[in-house]
């Protein structure tokens, strides 16, 4: 993979030349660190000024710094030691908008970084409350869709655009009032060993990668009440590519690793490895196109997910009215995965919402349109473990009436919004070239159920596929299909 070699080495060279950087401590600038003096113009000066100087370390020591929104600039890093809180205010009017809404900004920068073990916090719930309460007022004008402010006007904790030669190592952030950060339309960025803490309102998607190359996520934790990692593309003209994701525990209220929803551009060449995903409400990983774009050579390796609500789920849509989305050669390798009977993320703030309901515990699920087929997938040494018990009496489909399943290519795409499913597995519709081997599934309890449901798949085999399942002999349903082998 010379991509990843690629961004290892612009990353060592950029570390390289943070050693040799020169320090400037926060106190240097007059930066208080009592948490109750704003420090905003203090601290952009500060920036402002290393920048000028040819680049540096802005140093915080222990201390809480109360700040409005900040202009990183290249060449400067902003250092956080142990002990060290950059503190969003709780006033939406000393945030800045250029799009969106952020603690720390950077446009059209490089060489730029944010390290240490300090702590970003946004304070965000109270912050949400304070914009809702100014949206109200008539203030600030907004939608107010769901009965809360858009996340456009929310403040993440980081946005960066256009920029490149990024590097985020260490901190933790915490409390965002929207998306926690967002790198957009960016380059060569690495994220190593940061800690994401964000339950604190809702859109807290752990981290948004849009339209960038090059991109690593690392040795990384991120518990958050909105998808953990999201792959986005917002431009039809722009792509992520060469993204590397390892080694990342992850917990979320929604999906664990998403691509999309939105999904204009593309995503290409996606490594995926050594993932842990617990107690998240959707999908472990979700890859959708729905808005006229593509998702291809996608490589997910060494999984293991415990307490989620769906192993996988791929998903063709059709959002953009005459625009047809592709989503071909994906990989799947060596997946154990968990599904409880009952909801995983219960008990965390900001719970996934109930919906969809009457249904039983959905399968996994890949699922085109009529006309855009889902293409060449590979499927190897997949375990799934459900609690079964599918009760017909609480909702019930046949693989007699597999039309009465929606197609829905204008909604949401979750892998809830079909309603009950006839599988209690595998549900494949509107696919073909799909290859499934050593696939292995099993349910505690009696499920009314086929195991496997193929509809509309074509020239796919299945080789070694293992069913375990009380009292119920039915393996697979083929309706619709041609040139499918089961050995």
């Not at 990843?4 to 390289?16: D, Q, R």
């Not at 472990?284 to 769906?310: C, H, K, M, P, R």
């Not at 009977?341 to 515990?361: L, V």
Request: hydrophobic content about 40%; charged content about 25%; glycine content about 8%.
């Amino acid at each position: 993979m010379p991509f990843i070699k690629y961004i290892v080495a612009s990353v060592f060279l950029f570390n390289s030349n943070l050693l040799l950087a020169k320090d400037y401590p926060a106190s240097l600038f007059n930066i208080y660190s009592d948490g109750i003096t704003l420090n905003t113009r203090s601290i952009q000066f500060a920036i402002d000024y290393i920048h000028q100087q040819g680049g540096g370390r802005l140093v915080f020591d222990v201390g809480r710094f109360l700040t409005g929104s900040i202009h990183l600039k290249s060449g400067v890093t902003l250092q956080l030691q142990e002990g060290a809180v950059l503190l969003g205010t709780l006033n939406p009017f000393d945030y800045d908008r250029k799009n969106f809404t952020a603690l720390i900004f950077a446009n059209d920068q490089e060489n730029i970084a944010i390290t240490g073990k300090g702590v970003i916090d946004g304070q965000g719930r109270l912050v949400a409350r304070n914009v809702a309460s100014i949206v109200h007022k008539g203030l600030i004008k907004d939608a107010f869709r769901n009965d809360r402010p858009e996340a456009e006007i929310r403040p993440m904790l980081i946005y960066f655009r256009s920029s490149k030669n990024i590097l985020i190592k260490g901190i933790t952030l915490r409390n965002a009032a929207s998306w926690v950060q967002t790198y957009d339309q960016c380059k060569n960025v690495q994220l190593d060993s940061i800690n994401v803490d964000s339950k604190a309102f809702w859109n807290n998607d752990g981290i948004d990668i849009v339209d960038s190359d090059s991109v690593a996520v690392i040795n990384s934790y991120i518990d958050a009440s909105d998808d953990g990692i999201c792959l986005k593309s917002h431009d039809a003209a722009q792509m992520c590519r060469n993204v590397f994701i390892k080694n990342c525990t992850i917990r979320s209220s929604a999906n664990g690793i998403k691509f999309g929803t939105a999904s204009y551009g593309g995503f290409r060449n996606i490594h995926i490895s050594k993932i842990k995903v617990f107690d998240t409400y959707r999908s472990a990983i979700a890859l959708e196109a729905v808005d006229g774009g593509f998702i291809e050579e996608v490589q997910a390796d060494s999984i293991e997910v415990y307490n989620t609500g769906n192993a996988f789920f791929l998903r063709i849509g059709q959002r953009v009215s005459g625009k047809k989305s592709r989503l071909e050669n994906v990989k799947f390798s060596n997946m154990y995965v968990e599904i409880p009977a009952t909801k995983p993320d219960s008990g965390y703030e900001y719970e996934g919402p109930i919906e969809d309901m009457p249904r039983n515990i959905s399968p996994a699920s890949i699922a085109g349109l009529p006309d855009a087929f889902i293409s060449n997938i590979n499927l190897k040494n997949i375990e799934i473990k459900y609690p079964g018990g599918g009760n017909p009496f609480f909702a019930k489909i046949s693989t007699d009436e597999l039309d009465k399943v929606p197609e829905k290519p204008e909604s949401y795409p979750e892998f809830s919004k079909f309603g009950e499913l006839p599988a209690w597995g595998l549900y494949i519709r509107h696919a073909k070239g799909i290859t499934v081997t050593k696939l292995r599934l099993s349910c505690q309890k009696k499920d009314y159920r086929t195991a496997i449901v193929l509809d509309d798949v074509h020239q796919s085999q299945f080789i070694s596929t293992d069913i375990k399942a009380p009292g119920n002999k039915k393996g697979f349903h083929k309706n619709k299909c041609t040139g499918v082998v089961i050995k």
